[in-house]
């Protein structure tokens, strides 16, 4: 059985908004932790950019291959890939 969130659920959030969602989330806890803990977080800001980079030129990142197994969500873009070869 696989597991879906509520918002992919109900909303039937393709890929692609799911990862801009999934990159805004993690991009605003960073700067958060940054200003409150450590600037060594803004390490975490930069992963997210280059993820982000990584799938305008490739169309592909890691976090696709996550969010894409773990709830099923599926791209947009590649709408006729199988699960496993879609972005």
Do not use: H, N
Request: glycine share 8%; proline share 7%.
């Amino acid at each position: 059985m696989k597991l879906r969130s509520a918002a992919c659920a109900t909303a039937g959030w393709p890929l692609e908004r799911v990862l801009f969602a999934v990159a805004g989330t993690v991009a605003i806890v960073s700067a958060g932790l940054a200003a409150a803990v450590s600037p060594w977080f803004l390490l975490l800001a930069a992963f997210v950019g280059v993820s982000q980079w990584l799938y305008v030129l490739t169309g592909f990142c890691p976090a696709s291959l996550v969010v894409g197994r773990a709830f099923g969500v599926r791209s947009v873009l590649y709408p006729d890939m199988p699960k496993e070869v879609a972005p």
